[in-house]
């Protein structure tokens, strides 16, 4: 099955796994900033590489993202994307500071690096757990860059392997404020026959 013909059923099968490592993540950073965190899955949906520069950002925006190749029973990778501004309110507020304007200092780089591996492995131990698979994250390598910029490096790694990915948007809510960002996963279409078969989803 190719990713692009996944059903609604499938789709909204992928979100729940999502929401449940949303769970697990609001935990973790309700811990780490001794705040209370929220973590909401708005939507998932499946879109061609090409056009996700174009869904997450203008292809000139600066967004910061976290880049994982998924190590285990299947490969692949992600991506976790957010703009400059909501990068850097979610790394201020990781280091309990305040309207500080310095963007990407290395404290907020690793602060960042943090928040990527809280928010993959929160995920990837949902699927895990649904799926029977050992799914693990690789150490994250953060960039920031042009959105159409990042997009045109992936595209070259993942040339002739990847034509499409899930996307699963994700809101972080602190306290008044919230976060918007992009939790983006690329598998094969024989990875994401696999993961839909062991959901008990192929063929649905």
Do not use: C
């Not at 994250?140 to 045109?152: C, L, V």
């Not at 499409?164 to 976060?179: D, G, P, Q, R, Y």
């Not at 094969?188 to 062991?198: G, M, N, P, V």
């Amino acid at each position: 099955m190719k990713i692009e013909e996944l059903s609604e059923k499938q789709l909204d099968a992928l979100r729940e796994v999502g929401n449940i490592g949303a769970g697990n993540a609001s935990s973790a950073l309700s811990q780490m900033v001794m705040k209370n965190v929220k973590i909401r899955v708005p939507r998932a949906y499946v879109a061609p590489i090409e056009e996700l520069s174009k869904l997450i950002g203008d292809p000139e925006d600066i967004i910061v993202g976290a880049y994982f190749k998924i190590l285990g029973n299947i490969n692949g990778n992600l991506l976790i994307t957010f703009s400059k501004e909501q990068a850097l309110f979610l790394s201020n507020t990781l280091l309990g500071k305040e309207n500080d304007p310095d963007f990407i200092t290395e404290e907020k780089k690793s602060a960042l690096q943090e928040l990527g591996n809280i928010l993959a492995s929160s995920y990837l131990t949902a699927l895990s757990t649904f799926t029977g698979m050992n799914l693990l994250p690789s150490i994250p390598h953060i960039t920031y860059d042009m959105a159409g910029a990042i997009i045109e490096v992936l595209q070259v790694d993942l040339a002739q392997r990847v034509e499409n990915a899930l996307v699963i948007e994700t809101e972080f809510i602190m306290e008044s404020k919230s976060a918007m960002g992009n939790f983006i996963a690329f598998f094969d279409s024989e990875a994401f026959s696999e993961i839909l078969k062991a959901l008990g989803m192929e063929g649905d």
